[in-house]
């Protein structure tokens, strides 16, 4: 009850505070003594109301006021009790905060007020170590870890209580900041401690919300011994406090477990977790266990680390208590053994380890089946986690079950021991000393678990070596035995067969457990044998790769430990196991029998070869490749054991199936036949392949197998070569209905050709296709299109090809047409495999081929090719000339376009119609490119030639064709110009193009070009336009085009002044233009007394003018030309065409004697063999019918002359218009001239009667045929 004066206290608290800072001493000691009085009987609530006054005193900038409110503050230390553990949380780190202050009164008085605080102390081992605390508390950084020192061995024996804890807290609290690992060490521990030791467990309380977080910092520390007692000190304080007083530490703890950081924070919140749940008890497990395997199995590896972490402490927090939840408990680690992580298969094997030691001896019979299936296990890391576990499970049982001296212990007097141990460490014994002794025992274990941890947990074979000396010499697999019973033979079974499993880990494992248990290997062996064969055949039949492999290794060494004695039982029963239906069983089998080979001796082999024979050759021919594959290996290792007699018996079976008639039979002896070649390819080859050669034909079922076994046998297929190869050439050359397969067995062997043994192939290339044989040469080209695109990368086939387009296009105008089409075949394959740069490269090669193929006496005849007279055989040559049009030089550009002419030439052209536009394209892309004139006359003879033969094709591209040739025709090189024209021709004779474009161009080229040759080329262009298709050229165009050419007929230059005359001669059919202002310039040069270059005109303008012309012109006319009439005059057939003209339109005007000069020149010409059928020939029979038509009296001197020469002219044969012009005259002579009178011979006068009769003959084409030999006059000049 509080006392009356209580609520007086607070209003002279002032005065009592000004009487501790008075000047007289009696004052001082008369207001401690009252502090002290009101201080002992104050209640709970007195506190409350003073202690915040007092501490708000403390931050006063007085130090008078603050030592006066330490010195009342001190006082408080003799409330009582309740009151006392009340007020020291808050009046105790105020105290400690004032021993740092500035003024040494302050310090002095918090020191004094500590001192009075520590001397109220109960408990007192505290009591006695009162100065080393205060010590800690005015030094901290020196003195904490001695205070903890002293602390930490002392031997308390009665509770602490409010002040101690008080003074002890803050030392506490320092150190588990500290960065020494073993202060901190020290803290927790003494933290742990404490919580057993309170007199009232609410004292803590007050610190619990700053001491808490400060250990949940110290259980994620690096170090595992912090973690380790700082998990120690949480257990500790929820034992002694409840859990009730730390509601959020588990779901903290359980979520740590799942930080996705460093290992450290899940190891130490496993650890702290698992010593909570140890101070709660097994109830508190229950609760959590579901949620804790449930995590086990977590998507998140860091997650399933740190809730497995939780078996590795929970067996150490619980002591046998763990012992009933291990059957919900292996499973996950078992799992976890062999989890995908790291991290996840180490905290496994560690938990499986501890749960090994600690509970291997009392929960034997739980532990062995759930390792023993590990060992079982498809997963390597849990067999190799199962092995580590077991032996360390049996080395423990079977060491504790052996004393130093004595009988070996049985399995009841091992499980009495264990109930001992267990009800000594739950008893609780009440004597200091002991409890002392426990701690050290704990700190002890503790420390062994943390050494266990870090060094994987497991025991070496030093270590089971050293536990096996240490004890009597019982066996252990004895002592095991009595131990376990029979299934202690199951498990050694298991660790031999192990010894040979397919990981090394594991071998060496298996080896280390099998030395630490077994020390006579052979006698154990001999003892376990008919366990281990039967899990040997279960193992093998197994569906389990890996568990297949493992028992035929480890069958294997059986039989190079114990031989003869286990092979008459093994064999008998493997050959059954080949009679299983179920593909593992048979393949595990084969396995075995692998193996048993292996490791049995030569004689033992040759002993049971009778057995082995059948058994392998049923395994090289079952349906199962897997089975096939390993008997053929088993099959191998026979060879090596018994030799050569073997293989032939296995050989000539399977050959034997070959040639049966049954599909399936014939399947798996091919099968079978592939892998033993596959192993012993040399062997069976050499039995093989002689056999397959004895045939002039290959047969179906050799070529399939020669397909497989090429593939398998490697290099050593390439020494027969030789044989091979002759009878596939006669095999393909034949129309064989296995042909598919013929070929793939001849790509096959070609696929495996190497350098050393491609020239052989090339050889018989080169013999196949010379050969007389049609089916030789057909097969050799078939040879080659299998050759093509199917040899090795690494093989230098590039040399060859050259060889191989020459012998293979040679067969392109083979009498055969089998031949021929293998031939264009096997080219479009060697096309197919090349590069664009190769095809570029090979040009030439393929080219001069092609020539020397045409140039040979084939059906074809000397200018076609029989095989491009097939669809498609273009195909293979083709692209080497385009793409030189595409990517090759200007020089190589002309070879490739002289060379498509060629090939243009060589082909039917009902076969180019689909190449055209693939030919015409690039050669018109690239004829405007920068490049030589020959290289550009080359392209355009070639599109002459493609005109030629392209028929409808090539409608898409006339424009561009006639655009093409009119810049040649307008081209500085006369070559060019000459191409161009023929081209024109050729595109105006085969096709329909639009000729007033043509000639709208040809004519704006005239106007802007000043070149006289090109002028002259051009006229000729536009003459034979209008020659052709005159009839389609419009008067608007014809007018325009002669007007330009009308102002041209004057020219120094002759053959423009002829061209020009040409041109107007042409215009004159198609248009009505009037030519008087050209005829007046002529003429009026003629007239000027100068050199007559006006007559080159006169020839032209005569055709349309001639009747226009005056006397006086005529005159003129005639003084002009009678000087030229001389038979080596240049001009004289211009002349004398003129003077014909004259005499045709105005003989009146033309003097008799002129007449006579004429007549007389015509003589000549007429009877001058070398001029028949020259221009100079025609123009003298035309000026000849003009004189008998017109001037009759002028021939009469030399009628008879030019009689006898006209009738010598009929016997020579002429075109049909020279014929014309001889009828045109002897018609004119016989109506115009009196020949009796003049005495012509009567047989000459009936000769020409007849003649003059074919005067209709006359044809319409002269004027055509004249401008086209002009234009070849022109052409070759």
Request: hydrophobic share 40%; proline share 4%; aromatic share 4%.
């Amino acid at each position: 009850r509080a006392p009356f004066w209580e609520p007086y206290f607070v209003p002279i608290i002032d005065i009592v505070l000004a009487g501790f800072g008075d000047q007289n001493n009696d004052v001082k000691m008369a207001a401690s003594d009252a502090s002290k009085a009101l201080m002992k009987s104050m209640s709970d609530h007195g506190v409350r109301q003073v202690l915040p006054i007092l501490l708000e005193f403390l931050d006063d900038s007085n130090w008078r006021t603050k030592c006066t409110a330490i010195e009342l503050l001190g006082s408080m230390a003799y409330c009582s009790a309740k009151q006392l553990a009340a007020c020291l949380p808050s009046i105790i780190p105020k105290l400690i905060s004032c021993l740092a202050d500035s003024h040494a009164k302050v310090s002095a008085t918090a020191f004094a007020s500590l001192r009075r605080v520590g001397g109220v102390v109960q408990n007192q081992e505290i009591a006695h170590h009162v100065e080393v605390l205060l010590k800690a508390l005015e030094n901290p950084s020196a003195e904490t870890d001695n205070a903890l020192e002293a602390l930490l061995f002392t031997r308390f024996c009665t509770s602490v209580d409010a002040p101690a804890l008080a003074l002890i807290y803050p030392i506490l609290y320092r150190g588990l900041r500290e960065r020494v690992t073993s202060t901190k060490m020290k803290a927790a521990q003494i933290i742990g401690s404490l919580s057993q030791l309170l007199t009232d467990p609410n004292v803590m309380v007050p610190y619990l919300k700053e001491l808490v977080p400060q250990l949940k910092v110290a259980l994620v520390d690096p170090i595992p011994e912090v973690r380790a007692t700082s998990s120690k000190a949480v257990g500790a304080l929820v034992k002694g406090m409840g859990e009730s007083r730390f509601h959020s530490l588990i779901p903290w703890l359980m979520e740590s477990l799942k930080t996705e950081g460093a290992g450290v924070e899940r190891a130490g919140a496993a650890q702290a977790l698992c010593e909570v749940i140890g101070a709660l008890g097994v109830g508190r497990l229950e609760t959590l266990l579901p949620d804790i395997l449930a995590n086990c199995m977590h998507p998140k590896a860091h997650v399933r680390e740190g809730y497995i972490q939780l078996f590795v402490f929970l067996p150490h927090a619980l002591a046998q208590q763990f012992q009933p939840y291990l059957q919900r408990v292996l499973p996950r680690v078992l799992d976890g053994l062999a989890d995908e992580a790291e991290i996840v298969r180490t905290v496994s094997l560690r938990s499986g380890q501890i749960i090994v030691k600690n509970y291997g001896q009392q929960c034997l019979g739980l532990l062995l089946p759930k390792l023993e299936d590990g060992l079982f296990s498809d997963n390597w890391r849990i067999r190799h986690s199962s092995l580590l576990l077991i032996g360390d499970l049996l080395m423990r049982v079977a060491t504790a079950a052996m004393p130093k001296k004595g009988k070996v212990k049985t399995k009841a007097q091992l499980a009495e021991e264990a109930e001992d141990a267990e009800e000594e460490e739950e008893e609780e014994d009440e004597d200091e000393e002991e409890e002392e002794d426990e701690d050290k025992e704990g700190e002890e274990g503790e420390g062994e678990d943390a050494d266990f941890l870090s060094q994987g947990g497991g025991m070496s074979l030093q270590d089971m070596k050293r536990m096996r000396s240490d004890r009597t010499a019982n066996s252990i697999v004895e002592t095991l035995r009595n131990l376990v019973g029979d299934p202690i033979e199951k498990i050694l079974a298991v660790i031999y067969m192990i010894r040979s499993d397919v990981q090394v880990m594991v071998r060496s494992e298996a080896n280390t457990v099998w030395k630490a248990l077994v020390d006579n290997t052979p006698a154990l062996l001999r003892r376990i044998l008919p366990r281990l064969t039967r899990m040997l055949q279960a193992s093998l039949a197994s569906g389990e790769c890996d568990r297949r492999q493992v028992a035929g290794r480890a069958l294997g060494d059986l039989v190079g430990k114990l031989g003869e004695a286990v092979l008459p039982t093994l064999i008998p029963e493997l050959q059954n196991g080949l009679e299983s239906d179920e593909v593992a069983v048979r393949h595990g089998v084969t396995l075995g029998f692998t193996e048993l080979l292996q490791a049995a001796s030569r004689s033992q082999l040759q002993g049971h070869a009778d057995a082995l024979v059948p058994a392998i050759l049923k395994g090289i021919c079952d349906e199962d490749e897997a089975v096939r594959e390993t008997a053929a290996y088993a099959f191998d290792q026979l060879f090596k054991g018994v030799g050569g007699n073997c293989v032939e018996d296995v050989v000539m079976q399977l050959v034997r199936k070959l040639e049966s008639d049954d599909e399936d039979v014939k399947e798996t002896g091919l099968s079978g036949l592939t892998q033993i070649i596959a192993v012993r390819p040399k062997v069976v080859l050499g039995l093989i392949i002689p056999k397959m050669c004895k045939q002039d034909l290959f047969s179906e079922t050799y070529a399939r197998a020669l397909t497989q076994i090429a593939n398998v046998s490697g290099d050593v297929m390439t020494f027969y070569i030789p044989q091979l190869l002759p009878v596939l050439v006669v095999s393909m050359g034949h129309d064989l209905d296995y042909m598919e397969h013929v070929k793939a067995a001849t790509i096959s062997l070609i696929s495996i050709l190497d350098d050393e043994s491609l020239p052989m192939a090339v050889s018989e290339i080169k013999t196949s296709i010379q050969s007389a044989n049609a089916a030789v040469r057909r097969g050799g080209a078939a040879l080659v299109g299998c050759m093509c695109g199917n040899i090795d990368e690494d093989v230098d086939f590039e040399e060859t090809i050259p060889t191989l387009i020459q012998n293979t296009v040679r067969l392109f105008d083979d009498k055969e047409e089998s031949v021929r089409v293998e031939a264009v075949s096997a080219m479009k394959a060697i096309t197919d495999s090349l590069s664009k740069e190769d095809q570029l490269e090979l040009l030439s090669t393929v080219h001069s081929a092609i020539m020397v193929s045409a140039t040979s006496v084939g059906v074809g005849g000397a200018k076609k090719i029989a095989a491009f007279a097939k669809p498609k055989a273009l195909d293979p040559v083709l692209p080497y000339y385009i793409k030189t049009f595409t990517s090759g030089t200007p020089e190589a550009k002309e070879i490739a376009a002289r060379g498509l002419g060629e090939l243009i030439e060589l082909t039917p052209s009902d076969q180019l119609g689909k190449y055209i536009p693939t030919m015409i394209g690039p050669l018109l892309r690239i004829i405007n490119e920068k490049m030589p004139p020959t290289s550009r006359q080359a392209i355009l003879q070639t599109l002459c030639l493609i005109i030629e033969n392209g028929g409808i094709m090539l409608k898409a591209f006339l424009p561009q064709l006639q655009s093409t040739y009119v810049k040649a025709i307008n081209d500085d090189q006369s070559g060019t110009r000459v191409d161009g024209l023929k081209g024109l021709r050729m595109l105006l004779n085969k096709h329909e193009p639009r000729v007033d474009s043509i000639l709208s161009e040809l004519n704006n080229q005239l106007k802007t070009q000043r070149i006289p040759n090109i002028m002259a080329a051009l006229m000729r262009g536009i003459t034979l336009l209008l020659v052709k298709k005159g009839a389609k050229v419009s008067e608007t165009v014809a007018s325009t085009v002669a007007g330009n050419i009308a102002s041209l007929c004057i020219s120094e230059e002759r053959h423009f002044r002829i061209a020009a005359g040409k041109c107007i001669r042409a215009l004159s059919s198609v248009t009505s233009s009037d030519f008087d202002e050209a005829v007046e310039e002529v003429l009026e040069e003629i007239s000027s007394g100068k050199k007559p270059t006006g007559l080159s005109g006169v020839a032209g303008l005569l055709q349309v003018c001639a009747q226009k012309l005056s006397s006086g012109h005529v005159s003129q006319l005639v003084g002009a030309c009678l000087p030229t009439l001389k038979m080596d005059d240049p001009d004289c057939l211009l002349a004398l065409r003129a003077l014909q003209k004259a005499a045709e339109f105005h003989p009146e005007s033309m003097p008799f004697d002129v007449a006579q000069k004429c007549s007389k020149f015509t003589n000549v010409i007429l009877n001058d063999a070398s001029q028949h059928g020259t221009r100079l020939d025609r123009v003298a029979l035309a000026m000849l019918a003009s004189l008998a038509k017109n001037m009759p009296k002028a021939l009469s001197a030399d009628i008879g002359k030019i009689i006898a020469g006209l009738l010598q002219k009929v016997t020579a044969k002429g075109d049909p218009t020279y014929s014309a012009k001889l009828s045109t005259c002897f018609h004119h002579i016989q109506e115009n001239c009196d020949l009796v009178a003049l005495k012509v011979p009567k047989v000459h006068i009936t000769n020409i009667k007849q003649h003059a009769a074919d005067q209709a003959a006359k044809a319409a084409e002269e004027t055509e045929l004249e401008e086209e030999q002009a234009l070849y006059d022109y052409e070759n000049r």
